[in-house]
Structures are given as C-alpha cells and as structure tokens.
C-alpha cells in the first residue's frame, strides 16, 4: 500500500453542457480523443456531485451512482491514470449523484466524469492544471472535457497521437454573455441508445460520416465568430443547423440511430414558432429525446410557457450558463 499526499477524500460538483457545435466520432477509440471539435455552453442548472475516496483496504473500485452500485469500468480508465501520476495503488470508492435524470441525453456522462476527474484528482493529492484535468475527464467521456470550464467551451479535436492536444478550453465566463437554457424533458427513462457505440456505428456505415468530419472546422470558426461578436441569431442558427446535421447523420447510420419521440418533433415545431412571432429562440438536441432551446433571458418565461403546452413535455427546466467543476470539499 503507498500512502498518498492529499486526504484521500474529495467531493466535487461539475455542471451539465450542451453542444452548440457538436462531437460525434473518435479519432482513437483507447484514447478517446474526438474525431471533430466542438463547442459548448455549462449549464447552471444540471449538475453532478461526485466523492471520491482512496482506501487502503479495497481489491477493486466501487461506483455508486444514485445510491445504487454500478459498473465501474469507466469510471476505473479514469481512476487508473489519476493512479499513474500519484503513484498509489489504492482503489477507490466513488459516489456520485445527479440532479436530474440519469442517461436521458441530458450528458450525465459530461458533469459525472469531469467531477469525477477533479474529484480523483484532489483525494489523490495531485494538482492539476485546468487543461490537464479536461485530458482526464475526456477519458471517461469526450463531453466531460467540456464540462470542466464554466460559460462557453471549446473543445479540440487535436493532431497528436498521444492525445495530449485533445482538451477543452474556455471561451467566455458565463458573466460575458448571460443565456438562458430551456431544458424539456419528453422521457424520464433511460431509453437512449449509447453514445460510444453509436458514433462507431455512424462512422463505419453512414455515407454522410466523411461530409460531417469535411464540414466541422466550418461550423466551428463560425461559431467562435458569433459568440466573439454576441451574435445571437447567428449562435441559434448555426446551433439548429449543426445539430440538425448530426441528427441526419445519425439518421443514416445502420441500425438508424433515432433519439427523437413525437413530443421532440412538436417542441422543434413550437421553437420556430416562436421565432415566427418574433422571440429569439432556438433548439438543440443530443443523443436522447430531449429538448434544449437557447434564449435570452427577457425571453425565458415566454419560452418555458411555450414549451409546457407541447403535448408529451413532462417538465421545463430553467437553465443559465453555469460555472466550471470545481471542489465542494
Ligand atoms: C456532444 N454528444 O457534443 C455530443 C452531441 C451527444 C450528441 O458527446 O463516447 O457521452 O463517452 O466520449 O461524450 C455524447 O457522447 O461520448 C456526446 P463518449 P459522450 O455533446
């Protein structure tokens, strides 16, 4: 047993983010580095709170999630490499809980492996650089890299074969350009079909895969050119565009990846709606049913009201842009 530096226990809450421009596709699957960049906003309102405890008596590392135990084998790829660097061979007990639903394209997977990646990293007794730990967290998944910084992110998608240049940063505090986020939840249950097999699925069969790696770097300057000049009209755009191309793409794939559910379509239809009578607003969705519209905050109530009379729209959460992860204890 090696002893470690810190006090082998940490707790740390990382916020939920949702792609504007969106990661769909490895470049190296043991690395887990993205095939393409993206760009992100933190959500306030969705969060993780993960402890991690280093203990001298374990044979293996327990995951809870929930309250109920878990596969570990994720959350250990993480655990290894926070190991690696602290020099320890003590397994861990982790404990994480979300405050909303859990595997319903809500990016669970975003806030739990970046609180997972600070967490580890502070009952270790490592100090980590922000860069280090977004490394870190895209190991467990590729959104977690994100999830690491508050307000707007940019993810890379990198060049190098050791993914050292695979790592998010920060683009705007969320301070910079207050949004509000509509979160409508059509689906509690975990009904998504998961996200790593389904972006290697897209990518050995979908004829599209080749055009939507040829056109991210567009979307990309494109996106960093609106948030630069606050351009809202152009985010939600660019935003509706991008995640309607990758839907296409999952839509092509084989089996097709279909996340969307009757009460998905008709909040599409009542955002452009009410972009029809004049409200700013626009949607993204990720791998599940769900449906996230970008507004400005004057326009938050208005929206939320909108998207609560969409038949099979079980809930609207509120969201503002939220800060990065970070160690409650
Ligand atoms: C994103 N999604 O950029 C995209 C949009 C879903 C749709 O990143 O395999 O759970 O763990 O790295 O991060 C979901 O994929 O995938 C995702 P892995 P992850 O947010």
Redo the contacts with the bound molecule.
Sequence with gaps: DQPLGGGATAVARAHS???LV???G?RDAAL?TPAVG?I?VTLAALYTDTRVTFRPDLSGDEFWLDGSRSDATRVSRVLDLVRRRAATDRYAVVSSTNNFPTGAGL?S??SGFAALAVAAAGASGLTLADRELSILARH?????ARSIFGGFAEMHAGVAADGSDAYAEQLLEPADWPLSVAVAITERGEKSIN??IG?GESATTSPFYQAWQDSAADDLAEMRAAIAARDFARLGELSEYNCLK?HALMLSTRPALIYWNAATVAAMHVVRGLRADGVPAYFTI??GPQVKVLCLPADSAAVRGALALVPGVHEVRMSALGPGAHRLE
């Design positions: 983010n949702i792609a969106k990661y769909w490895k887990n993206s992100s990016a997977s975003a467990g998944s590729g959104s977690a996200s790593t972006m990758l990720d791998a």
